[in-house]
Structure formats: structure tokens, C-alpha cells
């Protein structure tokens, strides 16, 4: 699982819900088949934006590229429902405001988002010590041992720090 930034994804949710609460507050004002295809296009964005979250909570970035497109086809809609019923209420200002805030904060989580390229200098430094403190070993073929092509190496044999102690009978 990816590292998770909580701040962006609880701004988004809470967004989303006042965005969408107010979108269901506009629909409902349309009527006839504008009302339907309305309430078709309502259950794909909350469908798309419940997708999207997902892919927020895991770190992925095309689920903020996703929130962004959500919340312009909102703001594309309550235009389109402002061009229908030719009023605005403040609920639809609601709508509009809450999409705006959010597409901020999605720009913002897609840029916070951006992986580190390269390794900093002080991995880099780990990695050497590691590297020189492993023992040299030598892979060598069983086949090639009996063929002579290698020779085996004597074994040292390691100095003890510990001094013997005699022992008196």
C-alpha cells in the first residue's frame, strides 16, 4: 500500500458531498426528460468520483486526474442547468464554489504527488558501506573443480582474540 496523504483525500471528500448534495438539490428543479438524463449523468459522476477515491486513498494519480474531470462536468452542468431554467439560487452557487475549491485541491494533490527522481547522497553512502563490508565470494562450478579448470582455495583460518587458557590438573 502506498503512502497516503489524509489532508487531500478528507478536503476531496468533503468537497465531493457538499458538491454532489448541491448538485442534487439542482437537478431537482429540471423537469421531463432533462430531469432524467440529468439523474443518469449524476449516478456515473458519483460512480466515477467513488472510483476515483479509490485510487486517491492507494496514491494513484490518475484518481485525481479523475476528480478533476468529475468536478468540471459538475461546473459543466450547473452551467447547462442555468441555461435551462435561467435562475440562480444559491445552492447552485454552492455547487459552483464547492467544484472550484475542489479542483484546487486536486491540482494540488496531483503536484504533491510527484515521485522523487535519483537517490539522495546519503543512501548513496549507506549503499557503499554495505557494499564494502560484504565478504568476497567466489561461485565456483563443481564440474569445473574436478576438471582442474579451478582450483579450490585453502580455507584461512580465522585468529582468535580470545587467548587460550591453560588449564592446571
Not at 486526474?65 to 441555461?83: A, C, G, N, Q, R
Not at 435562475?87 to 467544484?99: E, K, M, N, R
Amino acid at each position: 500500500m502506498a503512502e497516503r496523504d489524509s489532508g487531500y483525500f478528507l478536503m476531496i471528500n468533503i468537497v465531493l458531498l457538499i458538491a454532489f448534495i448541491s448538485l442534487i438539490f439542482s437537478t431537482f428543479d429540471l423537469t421531463g426528460k432533462k430531469l432524467l438524463l440529468n439523474l443518469l449523468l449524476f449516478v456515473m459522476l458519483v460512480v466515477l468520483s467513488l472510483i476515483s477515491l479509490v485510487g486517491i486513498y492507494y496514491g494513484m494519480k490518475w484518481g485525481w486526474i479523475i476528480v478533476v474531470i468529475v468536478l468540471s462536468v459538475v461546473i459543466l452542468d450547473e452551467i447547462l442547468i442555468y441555461l435551462v431554467n435561467r435562475s440562480v439560487d444559491i445552492i447552485h452557487l454552492v455547487s459552483v464554489l464547492a467544484s472550484l475549491t475542489g479542483l484546487i485541491i486536486a491540482f494540488g494533490g496531483i503536484k504533491a504527488r510527484r515521485p522523487r527522481v535519483g537517490i539522495s547522497g546519503e543512501k548513496i553512502e549507506q549503499i557503499e558501506k554495505v557494499e564494502k563490508s560484504k565478504p568476497k565470494v567466489e561461485i565456483v562450478d563443481i564440474n569445473e573443480i574436478s576438471k582442474g579448470i579451478v582450483k579450490p582455495r585453502k580455507s584461512r583460518k580465522r585468529k582468535s582474540s580470545r587467548k587460550k587458557k591453560s588449564s592446571l590438573l
